[in-house]
């Protein structure tokens, strides 16, 4: 559904809450390293390494480093990549139709990091919101629910794809959903729709775990509030109007620190604090929370330098709860995950293109390690957004900008801006005179003029 500019204004500013100051006591509950593997081995002509091979094409952990990752480092958070080609065939199209082979090699990774070692795993379909063609990602396939290319995925099917998925994963409270990997280049109000079509799909099931929503531009953090790709509208403008009913949805927030905020150089530029500042104050305007889920650097002085001064900045703003640094996974060998050619992956025990130690050990052990207060990660629980000692992680606290929850009971009328109606809803469904009820998403309806 599209908005009017009117009504999108009339909602920015009606639905904002007080500002949260930042907070000295705030806590970083997911501390942890992306797992990248699963959507290795498409690039090239269309359609090669579809569906692939395990072993050989792709992979998502190596159990023995998740091991190290877990036993050693304690970390309690891994994102681990997928592609939705392989687990839903180009041939059947986005939907409920898995390639069941790959989900039970997906599924097994999952296990053996929730149930096996106990931590979290975000679920990521490494996808930047496109469907049908991976082979020059991140920019080949149809910009899912674009409805003048005929060859597109249809929001519905990707809230289709979403429900399957999520009613397989119900009954593991250590999961967190991961809508799409870095949606870039397309109008920010479908992204908000597919974003919010995803989020129904999962909470039909049953589900209750922590949802991570992204938003335009690549998700970025710097650029959340300023207009991206041809004139699309920030983020900022369209995402604080995601409804879930549990209120257990956070926003999903990538962000690098070199010049063009991409994470191919070696040296770093740009200082997180200052660049994550408006992103901030738009969590804080609309009680909202986000998960730094990929950022990275390079072994280079500049790069160990404004590294932990942007996890320390996270862990200083109670709208951050989480962090994952990218990239660990088993296929990376000696190449670079990110940030010049020379650092190497995250991956233990590996080497990178020079021959001497990767990432794990001149970035992760050098610095990140160091940041990380190990006595405030959540070991237990359904994942969720934390409460004030960041332990629980319960879902019960408020994450989307329009949740009208109150402890009174509704009036038989409603007032202009009072919400009338949605799924789940029990109060009036009549609006004051002047106004009249508009549905916003099966979710929410609202008196507007």
Not at 351 to 370: H, K, S
Not at 407 to 436: V, Y
Request: glycine share 12%.
């Amino acid at each position: 559904m599209f908005l009017t500019e009117k009504l999108r204004l009339v909602l920015k500013s009606t639905l904002a809450v007080v500002s949260i100051a930042a907070c000295a006591g705030a806590t970083i509950i997911y501390a942890g390293v992306n797992e990248s593997g699963g959507e290795f081995g498409v690039f090239g002509t269309p359609g090669t390494g579809l569906p692939g091979e395990f072993g050989v094409t792709y992979e998502f952990i190596n159990e023995a480093t998740v091991d190290t990752w877990v036993d050693t480092n304690q970390i309690n958070f891994f994102r681990v990549t997928m592609l939705m080609e392989r687990m839903c065939p180009v041939a059947t199209g986005l939907g409920s139709t898995f390639n069941e082979t790959y989900f039970s090699e997906y599924e097994a990774a999952i296990n053996y990091i929730t149930v096996t070692k106990g931590a979290y795993a975000l679920i990521d379909p490494h996808n930047y919101m496109r469907y049908n063609d991976p082979s020059d990602q991140p920019d080949s396939g149809s910009i899912i629910g674009d409805t003048t290319d005929p060859k597109a995925a249809t929001t519905a099917q990707f809230q289709e794809f979403w429900t399957e998925l999520a009613s397989r994963f119900v009954s593991n409270p250590k999961v967190v959903f991961g809508i799409n990997n870095e949606p870039h280049d397309m109008a920010t109000s479908l992204i908000l729709e597919n974003d919010q079509a995803a989020i129904n799909g999962i909470r039909s099931t049953g589900a209750t775990q922590l949802i991570l929503a992204p938003g335009n531009g690549f998700t970025g953090g710097h650029s959340w509030t300023q207009v991206t790709g041809e004139n699309d509208d920030p983020s900022s403008e369209w995402l604080f109007m995601l409804v879930d009913p549990l209120n257990n949805t956070a926003i999903d927030i990538h962000e690098y620190l070199d010049e063009d905020f991409s994470g191919t150089h070696e040296t770093c530029t740009q200082p997180g604090p200052s660049n994550l500042a408006a992103l901030t104050s738009w969590l804080q305007e609309f009680n909202l929370k986000a998960v730094v889920s990929e950022f990275g650097g390079s072994n280079d002085p500049t790069c160990l330098e404004l590294l932990p001064q942007l996890i320390q900045y996270l862990s200083e703003n109670d709208v951050y709860i989480g962090w994952s640094a990218w990239a660990a996974g088993p296929f990376w060998g000696t190449n670079s995950a990110c940030c010049g050619t020379t650092v190497g992956s995250l991956e233990p025990g590996q080497i990178n293109a020079e021959g001497g130690p990767d990432g794990y050990t001149t970035v992760w052990e050098a610095v990140i390690q160091q940041t990380i207060n190990l006595g405030d990660l959540q070991r237990s629980g359904t994942s969720g957004l934390g409460n004030s000692t960041g332990t629980t992680g319960t879902g019960t606290t408020s994450v989307t900008g329009t949740s009208t929850s109150t402890s009174t009971a509704p009036s038989a009328t409603q007032t202009l801006f009072g919400q009338c109606g949605g799924i789940g809803w029990a109060g009036a469904t009549a609006c004051a005179s002047g106004s009249t009820c508009q549905v916003l998403n099966p979710y929410f309806s609202q008196c507007l003029t």
